[in-house]
């Protein structure tokens, strides 16, 4: 049997989901019986390949996050929106609430723990941050979706396993919803 | 004052009217759209104008509107009914010469002059008038609003005589019944069917409601009425809680009409210094009296339940049904809620009988339906048609069709809750099946004529707008689903809207029309659906195929 | 003596008492209808209109919670159409205002959590609003804060008809209605709160919770608002 491509993505979030990636344990092992880990903030290369499945975690923030995710979903087969903030913002989008000039005074200049005077950064190498945090689904299609923050190990194994055996979850049915 | 005086009272009315030598009357439209356009400043140079040339036994006499609204100010000239268009200080003076002294009517100036070959000097035989039959609107125009002597000579009070004297309640209500009267706030709810539902609940206490919360954009039937000839109202609302059992009446006038309030409270002193009103009215047990509530901008407020609440001295909230205000309304007690046209039917309907007005109109939908014209029409005011006229009719007949070199795209009837109408269904019979069918409805007669230029979607934008902002925010349908749709309106508009944005809101849509509270939430997506139904192009050419990245940020 | 009526819930056959509402008898028979706005013991608004059934021979839906029973009702609860709006509604709570489940006291033991669960929903399909939201501090004892309510108005109900203090109201419409204490003046600085936190128990979501409590260890007990009620009830 042909094993499979997965790719894990880190986009705005706290890479607390794939913390909780990693508890999966010695189950690691199964997933790699059935697929290679081609790309993922835990593995070396710089590119992203073509993969069948890859797990998104984080909301798009920022043009750089845009572009990552189109060139994600130009070249993934499932695209699995990975985690609360993926799936509906979450604590990233708390921002959306402000301005992103107020977020970055309050951030940069108005600190109570700034211990100096402190500037909003402007560099043209730092990514530019989109007015609004977006979920996946606001920018291109999403194929599956996990909530959770983090969703639980079993969870993300359970999905995993059911998409390495050509199999559609279903965390309804399968009593593993969560959100928070 | 019992009826022999009421009828003496009548009698000596007539007597002066018959006896006084012929003379010229001139009515002066002082309706929402003449006032607008400068009527207050006309009507004080003709009194000048009339007392400089020495024509004092002339009677100038403010009244209700008298319908071609854009064409105003204007004025009528009785006997002959010559009406004189787009008055201003400047030539009034003219008119008055003319029409007075030499007796020559001044062409230039008669109603419609600049579109038709030759005007009319008798107005009633254009065929804006002939096209039309006034019911509800019968007497605006034509009596002062402020004096019930005045209505009095056009049959005032005389159903009311009729229903107290020679009719039981029961009789009362099988002449509604008979008409064939439907509710004209929007709902077409059988007139006599609700009278009976609350004649049929036994209390201490009824009362009746007459709804005036006029709130759809571009709609001023009611204010008209009751502007123009609030007697009728009162009429029709004593007449109501006869035949009900009520001794209570409100009169639910939006904060937004102080003239129409101004004339309604004249109008109750008035009826209650002659005796029409108030205790033991023309000397029989019957006593009832009205008060006026004014509302307080609320365009929920329109739905019944949510008005009782904001009598009540509630937040004007809605409250699901049943138990429906026939049986469970005011105070909770049982209630009758008639819109002001309803209202304005009655005393018609009982002095000429339940037979003679269902046999105009439609085989469903009886009488006629008072209309206010608007948009991109040549004739923009306040029409009075038989059910079953086409749209054909209304538009090209007697508003004279579209402005400058227009076509006709569309016609919006009932306002936000309403739908649109193409140009393919021009020969639409209106009534309420018919418009229904359509993916409309008649709603309370506003109707918005808008030629190729008006950009579909955002009519919907508009009108969904407008329900975010007036949605109560009670249910979560209403409350949630009108905004969400309103964003991806918005969306389309703007060109940034994808093939998943339509099925969202053709998804919403059905869900917040089948699952709201009250009818504001109910038919908020109507306008939606329609252009969807009718002008689906108008969506798909702007869709985007492929989500570019700048198209993305959605708000 | 109330007089009994026989009902369809589903299929199944009930002999109930016809001043009961439709949602009444399905729970008295395990038959689940989702609410969210419904508290036993308060009076009943159907405003959320998750409990949407239908009856055979109307084409409309009504709210379980606000239609009486009536003599060969047959009701519906489970259809597709309704399954399928009750996961729009759900949605719409998410998107409304700001539910931000990680943050939240009442994470784990929360109405709104559990009606999602119940439904299914794994993604919210519309744009969220991201409205701003006031949290007012002011209380001694506890906190309002508008990103997470829902404005089911149980509140509302819970302080006027069980406290009768009418402390909570609505203001505004729309998508703008907030909840507000007197006349939208600091709750702290209320004149007819008396702290009692029924409002706190009958709030399903983290939008009212009490102060010394931390991230998801808002325990709530709306259950206590109803049995109050029932034992009032029997005192009459």
């Given at each position: 049997?042909?094993?499979?491509k997965?790719?894990?993505?880190?986009?705005?979030?706290?890479?607390?989901?794939?913390?909780?990636l990693?508890?999966?344990?010695?189950?690691?092992?199964?997933?790699?019986k059935?697929?290679?880990?081609?790309?993922?903030?835990?593995?070396?290369?710089?590119?992203?390949?073509?993969?069948d499945?890859?797990?998104?975690?984080?909301?798009?923030t920022?043009?750089?996050?845009?572009?990552e995710l189109?060139?994600?979903?130009k070249?993934?087969?499932?695209l699995i929106?990975?985690?609360?903030?993926?799936?509906?913002?979450?604590?990233t989008?708390?921002?959306?609430?402000?301005?992103l000039?107020?977020?970055?005074?309050?951030?940069?200049?108005?600190?109570i723990?700034?211990d100096?005077?402190?500037?909003?950064?402007?560099?043209?190498?730092?990514?530019?941050?989109?007015?609004?945090?977006?979920?996946?689904?606001?920018?291109?299609?999403?194929?599956?979706?996990?909530?959770?923050?983090?969703?639980?190990a079993d969870?993300?194994?359970?999905?995993?396993f059911e998409?390495?055996?050509?199999?559609?979850?279903?965390?309804?049915?399968?009593?593993?919803?969560?959100?928070? | 004052?019992?009826?022999?005086?009421?009828k003496?009272?009548?009698?000596?009315?007539e007597?002066k009217?018959?006896?006084?030598?012929?003379?010229?009357?001139?009515?002066?439209?002082?309706?929402?759209?003449?006032?607008s356009s400068?009527?207050?400043?006309?009507?004080?140079?003709?009194?000048?104008e009339?007392k400089?040339?020495?024509?004092?036994?002339?009677?100038?006499?403010?009244?209700?509107?008298?319908?071609?609204?854009?064409?105003?100010?204007?004025?009528?000239?009785?006997?002959?009914?010559?009406?004189?268009?787009?008055?201003?200080?400047?030539?009034?003076?003219e008119?008055?010469?003319?029409?007075?002294v030499?007796?020559?009517?001044?062409?230039?100036?008669?109603?419609?002059?600049?579109?038709?070959?030759k005007?009319?000097?008798?107005?009633?035989?254009d065929?804006?008038?002939?096209?039309?039959l006034?019911?509800?609107?019968?007497?605006?125009?034509?009596?002062h609003?402020?004096?019930?002597?005045?209505?009095?000579?056009?049959?005032?009070?005389?159903?009311?005589?009729?229903?107290?004297?020679e009719?039981?309640?029961?009789?009362v209500?099988?002449?509604?019944?008979?008409?064939?009267?439907?509710g004209?706030?929007?709902?077409?709810?059988?007139?006599?069917?609700k009278w009976?539902?609350v004649?049929?609940?036994?209390?201490?206490?009824?009362?009746?409601?007459?709804?005036?919360?006029e709130?759809?954009?571009?709609?001023?039937?009611?204010?008209?009425?009751?502007?123009?000839?609030?007697?009728?109202?009162?009429e029709?609302?004593?007449?109501?809680?006869y035949?009900?059992?009520?001794?209570?009446?409100?009169?639910y006038?939006?904060?937004?009409?102080?003239?129409?309030?101004?004339?309604?409270e004249?109008?109750?002193?008035a009826?209650?210094?002659?005796?029409v009103?108030?205790?033991n009215?023309?000397?029989?047990?019957?006593?009832?009296?009205?008060?006026?509530?004014i509302?307080?901008?609320?365009?929920?407020?329109?739905?019944?339940?949510?008005?009782?609440?904001?009598i009540?001295?509630?937040?004007?909230?809605?409250?699901?049904?049943?138990?429906?205000?026939?049986e469970?309304?005011?105070?909770?007690?049982p209630?009758?809620?008639?819109?002001?046209?309803t209202?304005?039917?009655?005393?018609?309907?009982i002095?000429?009988?339940?037979?003679?007005?269902?046999?105009?109109?439609t085989?469903?939908?009886?009488?006629?339906?008072?209309?206010?014209?608007a948009?991109?029409?040549n004739?923009?005011g306040?029409?009075?048609?038989?059910?079953g006229?086409?749209?054909?009719?209304?538009?090209?007949?007697?508003?004279?069709?579209?402005?400058?070199?227009?076509?006709f795209?569309?016609?919006q009837?009932?306002?936000p809750?309403?739908?649109?109408?193409?140009?393919?269904?021009?020969d639409?019979?209106m009534?309420?099946?018919?418009?229904?069918?359509?993916g409309?409805i008649?709603?309370?007669?506003?109707?918005?004529v808008?030629?190729?230029?008006?950009?579909?979607?955002d009519?919907?934008?508009?009108?969904?707008?407008?329900?975010?902002?007036?949605?109560?925010?009670k249910?979560?349908?209403?409350?949630?689903?009108?905004?969400?749709?309103?964003?991806?309106?918005?969306?389309?508009?703007e060109?940034k809207a994808?093939?998943?944005?339509?099925?969202?809101?053709?998804?919403?849509?059905?869900?917040?029309k089948?699952?709201?509270?009250?009818?504001?939430?109910?038919?908020?997506?109507?306008?939606?659906?329609s252009?969807?139904?009718h002008?689906?192009?108008?969506?798909?050419?702007r869709?985007?195929?492929?989500?570019?990245?700048?198209n993305?940020?959605h708000q | 003596?109330?007089?009994?009526v026989?009902?369809?819930?589903?299929?199944?056959?009930i002999?109930?008492?016809?001043?009961?509402?439709?949602?009444?008898?399905?729970r008295e028979n395990n038959?689940?209808?989702?609410t969210?706005?419904?508290?036993?013991?308060?009076?009943?608004?159907?405003?959320?209109?998750?409990?949407?059934?239908?009856?055979?021979?109307?084409?409309?839906l009504?709210?379980?919670?606000?239609?009486?029973?009536?003599?060969?009702?047959?009701?519906?609860?489970?259809?597709?159409?309704?399954?399928?709006?009750?996961?729009?509604?759900?949605e719409?709570?998410?998107a409304?205002?700001?539910?931000?489940?990680?943050?939240?006291?009442?994470?784990?033991?929360?109405?709104?959590?559990?009606?999602?669960?119940?439904?299914?929903?794994?993604?919210?399909?519309y744009?969220?609003?991201?409205?701003?939201?006031?949290?007012?501090?002011?209380?001694?004892?506890?906190v309002?804060?508008?990103n997470?309510?829902?404005?089911?108005?149980?509140c509302?109900?819970?302080?006027?008809?069980?406290e009768?203090?009418?402390?909570?109201?609505?203001?505004?419409?729309?998508?703008?209605?907030?909840?507000?204490?007197?006349?939208?003046?600091?709750?702290g600085?209320?004149?007819?709160?008396?702290?009692?936190?029924?409002?706190?128990?009958?709030?399903?979501?983290?939008?009212?919770?009490?102060?010394?409590?931390?991230?998801g260890?808002?325990?709530?007990?709306?259950?206590?608002?109803?049995?109050?009620?029932?034992?009032?009830?029997m005192?009459?």
């Amino acid at each position: 049997m042909n094993k499979k491509k997965l790719a894990t993505v880190w986009l705005g979030g706290c890479s607390g989901c794939h913390m909780s990636l990693l508890d999966i344990d010695e189950r690691i092992l199964e997933v790699a019986k059935l697929a290679d880990i081609v790309k993922s903030p835990v593995v070396d290369g710089k590119d992203f390949p073509e993969v069948d499945i890859a797990l998104v975690e984080g909301s798009v923030t920022s043009d750089e996050h845009l572009a990552e995710l189109l060139h994600i979903r130009k070249n993934t087969k499932t695209l699995i929106a990975f985690g609360d903030c993926a799936a509906m913002t979450n604590v990233t989008g708390m921002r959306n609430y402000f301005d992103l000039k107020d977020v970055f005074e309050t951030s940069y200049v108005n600190s109570i723990s700034n211990d100096q005077e402190g500037e909003v950064p402007d560099n043209p190498y730092l990514l530019r941050l989109h007015d609004k945090v977006l979920p996946l689904q606001e920018c291109v299609p999403v194929d599956f979706v996990i909530p959770g923050c983090p969703p639980n190990a079993d969870t993300i194994f359970y999905v995993l396993f059911e998409f390495l055996n050509d199999r559609t979850p279903n965390l309804s049915e399968a009593k593993k919803l969560k959100y928070g | 004052m019992n009826r022999v005086d009421f009828k003496n009272i009548i009698h000596a009315e007539e007597l002066k009217a018959k006896n006084a030598p012929t003379k010229h009357k001139i009515f002066v439209c002082c309706g929402a759209g003449c006032i607008s356009s400068g009527a207050d400043n006309v009507m004080k140079k003709l009194q000048e104008e009339i007392k400089n040339r020495g024509l004092e036994d002339i009677e100038v006499v403010p009244t209700g509107c008298m319908g071609p609204c854009n064409q105003g100010p204007l004025v009528k000239f009785k006997p002959g009914n010559t009406v004189y268009q787009k008055i201003d200080c400047v030539n009034i003076g003219e008119v008055v010469k003319s029409q007075i002294v030499d007796k020559k009517p001044l062409e230039d100036l008669l109603l419609f002059s600049e579109h038709r070959e030759k005007p009319f000097v008798n107005a009633e035989e254009d065929p804006y008038f002939k096209k039309q039959l006034k019911i509800a609107l019968k007497d605006c125009g034509d009596v002062h609003p402020e004096k019930i002597e005045d209505y009095l000579l056009h049959d005032g009070y005389k159903a009311l005589d009729k229903a107290l004297f020679e009719m039981s309640p029961e009789d009362v209500i099988s002449e509604i019944k008979q008409s064939r009267l439907r509710g004209r706030g929007g709902a077409g709810y059988p007139t006599g069917l609700k009278w009976e539902t609350v004649y049929r609940h036994v209390n201490d206490q009824k009362y009746i409601i007459c709804n005036g919360d006029e709130g759809d954009p571009g709609a001023f039937m009611d204010r008209s009425v009751l502007e123009g000839n609030p007697h009728r109202i009162l009429e029709g609302m004593t007449i109501a809680g006869y035949a009900v059992g009520a001794n209570k009446g409100y009169a639910y006038i939006r904060g937004e009409y102080p003239l129409a309030i101004k004339r309604f409270e004249a109008a109750i002193k008035a009826a209650k210094k002659l005796g029409v009103l108030g205790k033991n009215i023309l000397g029989t047990n019957f006593s009832f009296d009205v008060e006026v509530r004014i509302g307080a901008g609320a365009f929920v407020c329109g739905e019944e339940t949510a008005l009782i609440a904001s009598i009540e001295g509630r937040r004007g909230t809605p409250s699901p049904r049943p138990p429906y205000p026939a049986e469970s309304g005011l105070w909770g007690k049982p209630t009758l809620i008639n819109n002001v046209e309803t209202m304005a039917s009655i005393a018609p309907i009982i002095l000429k009988g339940g037979e003679w007005y269902s046999e105009i109109g439609t085989a469903k939908s009886a009488g006629t339906k008072v209309f206010a014209l608007a948009g991109k029409i040549n004739y923009a005011g306040l029409i009075e048609v038989p059910m079953g006229t086409t749209l054909r009719e209304i538009v090209f007949d007697i508003g004279g069709g579209i402005q400058g070199d227009g076509q006709f795209k569309a016609a919006q009837t009932g306002g936000p809750s309403g739908g649109c109408i193409p140009a393919e269904h021009l020969d639409v019979k209106m009534d309420y099946e018919e418009l229904m069918k359509l993916g409309s409805i008649m709603g309370s007669g506003g109707l918005i004529v808008m030629d190729e230029n008006s950009d579909m979607v955002d009519v919907a934008r508009f009108f969904m707008e407008f329900c975010v902002d007036e949605s109560c925010g009670k249910c979560v349908p209403c409350r949630v689903g009108t905004k969400m749709m309103h964003d991806l309106l918005q969306k389309v508009c703007e060109n940034k809207a994808t093939q998943l944005d339509i099925e969202r809101l053709e998804e919403l849509a059905v869900y917040v029309k089948e699952c709201s509270l009250c009818g504001l939430g109910g038919s908020a997506p109507n306008p939606l659906l329609s252009t969807l139904r009718h002008f689906r192009h108008e969506y798909d050419t702007r869709v985007q195929p492929v989500r570019k990245s700048e198209n993305l940020v959605h708000q | 003596m109330m007089a009994l009526v026989t009902i369809y819930i589903d299929g199944k056959k009930i002999i109930a008492g016809s001043e009961k509402t439709i949602l009444e008898v399905a729970r008295e028979n395990n038959i689940e209808i989702l609410t969210m706005c419904h508290l036993k013991g308060l009076t009943d608004v159907g405003a959320c209109r998750l409990c949407m059934v239908e009856l055979e021979g109307s084409p409309k839906l009504f709210s379980a919670c606000t239609t009486k029973v009536a003599d060969n009702m047959i009701v519906t609860t489970n259809s597709e159409r309704i399954r399928r709006y009750q996961r729009i509604t759900t949605e719409l709570f998410f998107a409304e205002r700001n539910h931000i489940c990680a943050v939240c006291v009442s994470n784990g033991a929360c109405e709104l959590q559990d009606l999602g669960y119940k439904v299914g929903l794994d993604a919210i399909r519309y744009p969220h609003l991201f409205p701003q939201c006031e949290v007012d501090t002011s209380h001694p004892l506890y906190v309002m804060d508008q990103n997470r309510c829902i404005s089911c108005s149980r509140c509302i109900r819970a302080c006027a008809e069980v406290e009768g203090a009418y402390n909570w109201d609505m203001m505004n419409r729309g998508y703008q209605i907030r909840v507000i204490s007197d006349f939208n003046t600091l709750w702290g600085e209320s004149t007819t709160c008396t702290s009692c936190g029924k409002c706190v128990q009958a709030c399903p979501t983290g939008a009212l919770w009490a102060k010394s409590i931390v991230q998801g260890q808002q325990d709530k007990h709306p259950e206590f608002i109803t049995d109050l009620m029932e034992r009032r009830k029997m005192n009459l």
